[in-house]
């Protein structure tokens, strides 16, 4: 099974950089597509970034590109989302989770495992 767990949320204010780290584990984790979701209140929850196991394919939503940066060290099992430039409709809780194709990525549905989430608030 792969277990996925998020840190690196907080506190901030309007033009700061914070950086996501989704640790994994599980024999599979590593050859998984990984992506960012995240759900601010009130909304349906969104894709952000993702990243395929080999860091050729990289995708981002318009809202974050330019401004978000997707990375994996799969020596460490882990990908991180470094978002500078941060605005207070970034506030949300940030989810990484972990599909085993890159086709549909845009698909909350299609990915089999989640981490509980990380709190990422900007003020202006």
């Known amino acids: 099974q792969v277990q996925l767990v998020e840190s690196g949320g907080g506190l901030v204010q309007a033009g700061d950089s914070l950086r996501l780290s989704c640790a994994s584990s599980g024999r599979t984790s590593s050859n998984y597509y990984i992506a960012w979701f995240r759900r601010a209140p009130g909304k349906e929850r969104e894709f952000v970034s993702g990243i395929s196991w080999s860091g050729d394919y990289l995708h981002y939503v318009d809202a974050v590109k330019g401004r978000f940066t997707i990375s994996r060290d799969n020596a460490k099992s882990t990908v991180y989302l470094q978002m500078n430039s941060l605005k207070p409709e970034d506030t949300a809780v940030y989810y990484c989770?972990?599909?085993?194709?890159?086709?549909?990525?845009?698909?909350?549905?299609?990915?089999?495992?989640w981490g509980q989430g990380t709190q990422v608030t900007v003020s202006s």
């Open positions: 989770a972990a599909n085993s194709r890159r086709i549909g990525y845009l698909n909350d549905g299609l990915y089999g495992y």
